[in-house]
């Protein structure tokens, strides 16, 4: 294996909460430039697994690297120039417009002193327009859809300039249009500025026909890490989620009803019956 | 029907803009605004003392002009000894109490949070009632013994309630919510009590409860003001922290901010400030609940220009709020500073009547 080229490498790691380890020994290396999906039922390790990488959890054993440099060593601003992490939905406490809460993702290179300057502000305007959001600048953050509030964060990660992004749950609450929309800016992301995509996901469907490659997390471990085709066949789906793929109903998108139908039609949304 | 509610609806489809002002627009008003709340504090009263005597007073003594001499001895004494320490001590409490309540709506997330809100204002109140209960009764003393219970009260009962908070090595904001909501219930009941015992006592407490800048004086200002000026800057310095809280706790961290440190620093902070202005000031409401909302609609979030232009409007409008307080006849300010501030935030709730999502 290549080592210089990996800018995620996890080594034997394992962590948790309290004495209580939830990922067990996990070996993952993700090259710059690639971008792949981390699924597994509930209760998985994922969000414990996305703490870990991101330093907000110290793990029990094993080492993470980030670009070659132990993460361990790393400040909090040096964590945040390298990896921005984009949540599942955030709250403001307060009103805010779109681009005040866009200017937040150059935190990192804030001087306390000194604050923002006009290279950020250019650079806060640049993330806005690349999601598409110019339209909607000046607009109160609080008062737009949920499908524009996740651009609103995705464009708080471009302001990041960081090389990995990680999305936790990135279109759980979206439409199908809002699903393809957030998947393919990520596509984009990825091809033309060349950041590294991690998206934590619990739609399979729409995990393995946008992502090239999927990792499946089950009971803390790594179970399998490949292209859709391999890491998500038949066997793996039946004993990771406990459903029978020949329950996933095939195509119809419009069968999905309204709100219901944030999440499009998978095997996952049996998991609870068959489980 | 076509209720206000279906009209802000529409509203929001079509989508408004926020209004937002430019900081420097604002902080010039606010000086201006200062300015004019020093010489009418300092002017005004039984004895009226001209604007140009009031400037010429002032000139005199802090700049050691030599002007010819228009007004009289007594006056001087008025100005200098009198009023100018209580509009000064207003003004600094004014904007300690804005950076403190801030600084706590955004440590803690929360729009309803004031600078009271960890237990200071019950912890200060007991430490005052305390104090008036001990029987010493040297007058000039018992004064520094009642400011000096109520600072020790105040942040007594913060660190009290960040411990008690602490479960299981990390604090949650709400538990930390909820546990100052608690021990502040507890305190109370002790203040009840000792209000209770006080007998004759008791309008010495009750004038401290409500707020009051009767007993100010140079020696007064010269404790408050280093405490709350360098505290203030401090937490100034640390805007960027503040900010990174908008989108959360977790969300902070990954964009860069040592939250638990940062929380610990500007806690401290804070209930510093906040400890300061009650010890000499009493309990005034709604200034550091208020001003800070209002700053914010004006500018936005950004702690960077809310928290100085927070210090200039709650400086000038808790100074305004004691001209009135003392014109009237010496009622309490901090009944003036509720009978503006509760109306007024009733109209900010209206006004923004959403979720807080994002």
Not at chain 1, 31 to 38: D, K, N, P, S, T
Not at chain 1, 82 to 111: C, K, N, T
Not at chain 1, 226 to 249: K, S, W
Not at chain 2, 304 to 324: E, K, N
Request: proline share 5%; with cysteine; net charge neutral.
């Amino acid at each position: 294996m290549s080592g210089d080229d990996a800018v995620l490498e996890l080594a034997g790691v394992s962590g948790g909460y309290g004495r209580r380890d939830v990922v067990h020994d996990v070996d993952l290396r993700v090259r710059a430039g690639e971008r792949l999906a981390i699924v597994g039922p509930n209760g998985a390790g994922k969000s414990t697994l996305l703490r870990l990488v991101t330093g907000l959890l110290a793990p029990t054993a094993g080492e993470i690297r980030v670009g070659g440099t132990r993460l361990a060593s790393l400040s909090r601003d040096a964590i945040a120039r390298r990896i921005a992490v984009v949540p599942q939905l955030a709250s403001l406490p307060f009103s805010a417009r779109v681009e005040e809460v866009v200017a937040l993702g150059r935190l990192p290179y804030e001087d306390p002193l000194r604050g923002p300057g006009p290279a950020d502000r250019a650079i806060v305007s640049a993330a806005i327009d690349r999601v598409g959001l110019g339209r909607l600048i000046g607009r109160d953050a609080r008062e737009l859809s949920l499908g524009e509030r996740q651009l609103v964060l995705l464009a708080v990660a471009v302001a990041q300039a960081a090389a990995i992004v990680i999305l936790d749950e990135p279109t759980v609450h979206l439409d199908i249009r809002h699903q393809v929309e957030v998947m393919d800016l990520l596509a984009d992301l990825n091809e033309r500025d060349g950041r590294t995509i991690i998206a934590v996901l619990h739609d399979l469907h729409l995990a393995a026909r946008t992502l090239p490659r999927i990792v499946v997390l089950d009971g803390g471990r790594v179970v399998a890490d490949g292209p859709p085709a391999e890491a998500l066949d038949a066997d793996r789906i039946r004993d990771v989620f406990g459903v029978d793929p020949a329950v996933m109903p095939e195509g119809p998108w419009s069968h999905a009803p309204g709100a219901a139908g944030a999440q499009s039609p998978d095997i996952t949304s049996t998991t609870g019956a068959a489980r | 029907m076509a209720t206000r509610r279906d009209a802000m609806a529409v509203q929001a489809v079509i989508g408004l803009p926020l209004p937002r002002r430019r900081p420097t627009v604002v902080a010039v008003a606010g000086i201006v605004g200062l300015v004019v709340a020093l010489l009418a504090g300092v002017g005004l009263g039984s004895v009226a003392v001209a604007p140009g005597d009031t400037i010429g007073i002032l000139a005199h003594r802090l700049l050691g002009l030599n002007l010819a001499q228009t007004w009289t001895p007594q006056a001087e004494t008025i100005v200098w000894d009198l009023r100018l320490p209580r509009v000064l001590e207003a003004m600094v409490v004014g904007a300690g109490l804005a950076v403190a309540g801030t600084t706590f709506q955004g440590l803690l997330r929360n729009p309803l949070a004031d600078p009271y809100v960890l237990g200071t204002a019950s912890g200060a109140a007991l430490g005052a009632a305390i104090a008036v209960l001990i029987p010493i009764r040297i007058v000039f003393l018992e004064f520094g013994l009642l400011q000096g219970l109520a600072f020790v009260g105040a942040l007594g009962s913060v660190t009290v309630v960040y411990r008690l908070a602490r479960v299981g090595g990390g604090t949650q904001m709400t538990s930390l919510l909820l546990t100052g909501y608690a021990f502040g219930s507890l305190l109370a009941a002790g203040l009840a009590m000792a209000m209770y015992l006080s007998g004759a006592a008791l309008r010495q407490i009750f004038a401290y409860l409500l707020g009051s800048f009767e007993s100010a004086s140079w020696a007064n200002l010269g404790g408050l003001l280093p405490i709350v000026l360098i505290a203030s800057l401090l937490v100034l310095a640390r805007a960027r922290s503040l900010n990174g809280l908008l989108l959360g706790e977790d969300a902070a961290a990954h964009l860069g901010i040592d939250v638990r440190r940062e929380r610990a620093i500007l806690l401290a902070l804070a209930s510093l400030i906040t400890a300061a202005c009650v010890a000499v000031s009493g309990l005034i409401g709604f200034i550091g609940l208020v001003i800070p909302h209002v700053v914010r609609l004006v500018v936005g979030p950004n702690a960077r220009f809310v928290l100085p232009l927070s210090a200039l409007i709650g400086a000038g409008l808790l100074a305004v709020a004691d001209i009135f307080a003392r014109s009237v006849g010496e009622i309490p300010v901090g009944v003036v500073t509720a009978a503006i501030g509760a109306p007024f935030f009733l109209f900010l709730l209206r006004r923004t009547q959403r979720g807080y999502e994002l």
